[in-house]
Each structure stands twice: as C-alpha cells, then as structure tokens.
C-alpha cells in the first residue's frame, strides 16, 4: 500500500487566493481526518469524516475553511479566501475504525500564504 | 476536555544514554495512546501504539509504558543515537487522536 497521499507537497499562494488540498487515504480505511500543525499550537484536529460524511469540524478556524470527501478514495480541504496567517503545514490521515487500530499519516502540505 | 503535555520539550543528550519522555493526559478514557516520530520538515512517523488495556509495547531499543488511571505515559529510548534527533510526539486517542506538543530532542556525538 503507498500509504497516505497528499497533494501538493508545497504550495505558495497570494493573499486572496483559493487554495485547494488534497488527500487519497489508504484503501478500505473509513476514517479521515485533516490536522494543521503550526509552531505556536501544535498539531490540530481540523475535521474528520467516517463512511465519507464530516463527523467533527468544530476545528475548522473559520468559514473560509472547508472539506469534502465525495468518495472513499479522496478528499480536499479548502481554503477560500487565504490568509497569511493560514500558512501552516496541513496533514491528513486514515483509520480503520477508531478505537485501537492507531492512525497513519501523509506527508503533509506546506501552505504559504504570501 | 482532553489536553495532552509532554515534558521535557526540548533535550540534548550525548549519544549511549539511556532517555525517558514523558507524556500527560488529562481524561483517562481512551482507546489507546500513540508515539511517534516527526523529522523536521517531514511527516509523521508511528513508532508504537499501546492499547489502553495494555502496559507496554516495545521495538527494538524503544519501550512505551501507558498507565491510564494515572494519565501517565513514557517512551524509553535504550542507547541513543545520533540518528535518534526528532521530535517525539504522544497522541491520545478517544472520540479523537489530540496530540501533545511534543518533545524536541537532540543526540550529539
């Protein structure tokens, strides 16, 4: 299994810009989550699907964020507009149910917002 | 709700010795708690995965304990390396994986 897979590995945008992150899990894992990770606070939970549908997104900062996962094979966070202070690294990962089955995690996106 | 700390958060040690990372949480029902490894610039990689009805778990010359009713766990690392120097990262997973904020740590020769 190639594991997790993100797209793309960096990506410099300018202020106002829609940005677009995307995500294929491993196969047959039904969990998926997006975490942010900054210096100041660390990795956040931004949002997790099960079975394709958004469970928790009580940590997507603002509207300007969003995430869809139209099927099991693929989902993508959006950010619209961009703001410097969104420059982060973005991870996603896949689970096969929660509750002791532990996670895996893609490379990450370098997002810079300029 | 869950919040999850990691002493120290940053050591350098000579390489050969022996080191414990700590990790605390502050709800005790969880499914399991999780080590791993970040590089920098690079992703996540897990090291070991303790149920939360298990003690320990080992790999090779690293050994994770869990004490759920304390909120305690530690990673041992026997005999370090240069190769060891990351970030370690315990996460804790109950209706969501809340990671601590991690230990940076620094083996010279």
């Known amino acids: 299994d190639a594991g997790v897979i993100q797209s793309p590995r960096h990506e410099v945008t300018e202020m106002g810009q829609e940005v677009t992150l995307r995500c294929k899990p491993i196969s047959g894992h039904d969990y998926l989550f997006w975490y942010r990770q900054t210096m100041m606070r660390g990795l956040e939970l931004l949002i997790y699907f099960n079975n394709n549908v958004p469970i928790d997104d009580s940590g997507m900062p603002e509207d300007r964020f969003s995430a869809k996962m139209p099927n099991a094979s693929f989902s993508t966070l959006k950010i619209q507009p961009s703001e410097p202070r969104d420059s982060a690294v973005y991870f996603c990962?896949?689970?096969?149910?929660?509750?002791?089955?532990?996670?895996?995690f893609g490379s990450g996106t370098r997002l810079t917002v300029v | 709700k869950q919040e999850v700390t990691q002493i120290p958060a940053a050591l350098s040690v000579p390489e050969g010795e022996n080191l414990v990372l700590n990790c605390s949480f502050t709800?005790?029902?969880?499914?399991?708690l999780q080590w791993f490894r970040q590089d920098p610039g690079k992703g996540l990689t897990s090291l070991l995965l303790?149920?939360?009805?298990?003690r320990e778990q080992t790999s090779g010359r690293l050994n994770a304990s869990l004490d759920k009713s304390s909120g305690r766990s530690t990673l041992y690392i026997a005999a370090s390396q240069p190769g060891d120097s990351a970030t370690y990262l315990c996460?804790?997973?109950?209706?969501?994986?809340?990671f601590g904020t991690g230990t940076r740590l620094q083996v010279f020769p």
């Open positions: 709800d005790s029902a969880i499914y399991n």
């Open positions: 303790i149920q939360s009805s298990q």
């Open positions: 996460a804790v997973e109950g209706d969501k994986l809340i």
């Open positions: 990962a896949s689970s096969s149910h929660t509750g002791g089955y532990g996670y895996t």
